[in-house]
């Protein structure tokens, strides 16, 4: 199944709401009655709105769900991506982050490496055979 453009609109839009939230955490701690006093609260907002950045990439790329190993590495690898940029995003405009935000941090990153690394070795092995 090919991308077709609702699909593709849709993942846009979605990316769109999820830049909206990264740069809007105040507006994601009301909705969520989260608290916002400490930058890695705050860092925390913006994380939330990585996820829905993640998953409109994930929606704007999927070429189709089968295999399903590739539709669920690519979402756990947008997903992770989208946190993991918001989180940075968080680090640069929020400054001082704790230490469990860099084990976030690293934790995203390494996930998002595997991910590629797995997505990356299954199509070689495809194309060559």
């Known amino acids: ?3 077709r453009p609702l ?3 849709l993942g846009l839009v979605l990316v769109a709401a999820g830049a ?12 969520y009655s ?4 400490t930058s890695s609260q705050m ?8 996820t829905v950045v993640g998953i409109g990439a994930f929606i704007a790329w999927l070429p189709a769900l089968r295999p399903w190993l590739r539709a669920g590495l690519g979402l756990l690898l947008c997903s992770m991506a989208g946190i993991g940029l918001a989180r ?6 929020d400054g001082r982050p704790d230490g469990l935000q860099w084990v976030w941090m690293i934790a995203e ?3 998002v ?3 590629a690394l797995v997505l990356r070795a299954k199509k070689w092995a495809r194309d060559a055979r």
């Open 113 to 115: 490496v595997v991910c």
């Open 20 to 31: 909206y939230m990264i740069f809007s955490p105040l507006v994601v701690a009301e909705v």
């Open 109 to 111: 990153v390494t996930i």
């Open 43 to 50: 860092i925390n907002l913006r994380a939330s709105g990585g």
């Open 1 to 3: 199944m090919a991308r």
């Open 34 to 37: 989260r608290p916002h006093e």
């Open 88 to 93: 940075a995003i968080g680090f640069v405009l």
């Open 7 to 9: 699909q593709l609109g």
